[in-house]
């Protein structure tokens, strides 16, 4: 194989065959017809429908239309196995369609049987391999979201069972609430610290007043020894802070309201609320552009947070859309770095690259604008625009 390979290369290299090309052209077809005739298609062909409910001014939609739709394996699956189909949500058939299947979210995916039931479902956009293992578990009975519908209905209630349909259900969009809700009333508090169930704590319980929470809060040592200490802290907090969320969303901010939000979350006896205001202040100062109370409270987040990239991500372009302050700007540089350094990707590269070209610094912005184009090529997603801004500063 290895000979067979370098008299290709060799091969190429001097011009012998021409180079393969890899382009994509293959997309999925989607019928051009009724919802009446795609069901009886899918009655004919003893096949799923899969269902594409977009709105014509969605990103995501348009992502999943230009750039996974178009891929040939993610074409070839989906036109072997599926009768695919797709409505513009606003307009048509689209309109009694998301009535009928409770469209609330774009792009909602579908894969729905031949009756018109909906068997399996995720909504938001993904890249490609996701895709097709979404047509893949859709295809497959137990995996389907309707299976385990109908095994919680017939009483399945262990923990890896309840975890599994718990994230079936958040990435389908539905409600999960009364299935946690019920799971946990149906634990004791000896059984809350137990993995399987801190499992579905962290990821499905969040409010700070339920029951299971304020037993974290009061026996926090207890969950640090069996997990981890960061990973409950970060649990706690993010359940506290969303405590915030209602006031930092209103349309006209409140100071007092903001106030005894904190009052509450300073009397649940959890250790770290300082570290819970930090970030309940950073979305505050983000939200108002306030960058001389923003940096500080930034500064505060990323002494805990300094390994999430994201966040490091978020502070730094808020530094860069809302100030020309060089002292911030340098500050927002650093964190972009230590961004880079945890794990470099497109938009970190990007921002880095924006933040220096903001500080005068062209060349040195030009060379990283440059990688975060190729990155996101590798990522999938993005790549044009963020060309577009490469062009931009090579002009200016």
């Known amino acids: 194989m290895k000979k067979r390979n370098m008299i290709l290369i060799v091969a190429l290299l001097v011009g012998l065959i021409p180079a393969i090309s890899f382009a994509q052209n293959r997309s999925i077809t989607f019928e051009d017809t009724t919802w009446k005739d795609i069901l009886a298609k899918a009655k004919s062909e003893n096949k799923l429908i899969f269902l594409d409910a977009y709105a014509s001014w969605c990103g995501p939609c348009k992502f999943l239309a230009s750039q996974i739709f178009t891929k040939d394996s993610v074409a070839d699956f989906y036109n072997t196995n599926f009768v695919n189909a797709h409505f513009d949500m606003e307009k048509g058939e689209g309109i009694e369609l998301r009535a009928k299947y409770g469209v609330n979210v774009f792009p ?48 399945w209630r262990d923990a890896k069972f309840i975890l599994e349909y718990l994230g079936k259900l958040k990435d389908s969009y539905s409600n999960y609430d009364e299935v946690s809700a019920a799971y946990f009333a149906g634990l004791s508090d000896k059984q809350l610290t137990e993995k399987e169930n801190w499992l579905v704590i962290k990821d499905y319980q969040n409010n700070a007043d339920s029951r299971e929470i304020k037993y974290i809060v009061k026996n926090k040592s207890k969950f640090s020894k069996a ?119 497109a938009g970190i590269v990007d921002t880095y690259a924006n933040i220096l070209f903001k500080l005068g610094k062209k060349e040195e912005a030009i060379k990283y604008e440059t990688e975060a184009v190729e990155l996101a090529k590798k990522e999938g997603e993005g790549a044009e625009q963020l060309q577009q801004t490469l062009e931009q500063m090579k002009k200016q």
């Not at 509450?264 to 300082?274: A, F, L, Q």
């Not at 859309?321 to 945890?342: C, F, M, P, R, Y």
């Open 108 to 155: 909602s995916l579908f894969f729905i049987n031949s009756a018109g039931e909906v068997v399996h479902k995720a909504v938001g956009s993904m890249q490609a391999k996701a895709f097709i293992q979404l047509g893949q578990d859709a295809m497959n009975p137990e995996k389907q979201l309707i299976t385990y519908k109908k095994k919680y209905e017939s009483g």
């Open 227 to 345: 997990f981890t200490e960061s990973e409950v802290d970060g649990k706690l907090r993010n359940v506290f802070t969303l405590k915030f969320e209602k006031v930092l969303r209103a349309k006209v901010f409140s100071q007092t309201a903001y106030d005894s939000v904190k009052e509450i979350v300073e009397k649940s006896g959890y250790d770290k609320t300082e570290d819970v205001f930090a970030v309940a202040d950073f979305s505050l100062y983000q939200r108002q552009k306030d960058m001389d109370k923003f940096v500080p409270a930034a500064e505060k987040v990323i002494k805990f947070m300094g390994t999430d990239a994201g966040i490091l991500n978020a502070a730094a372009w808020t530094v860069f859309e809302n100030t020309i302050d060089k002292d911030k700007l340098s500050a927002a540089l650093l964190w972009a770095k230590k961004g880079i350094d945890v794990e470099k990707s």
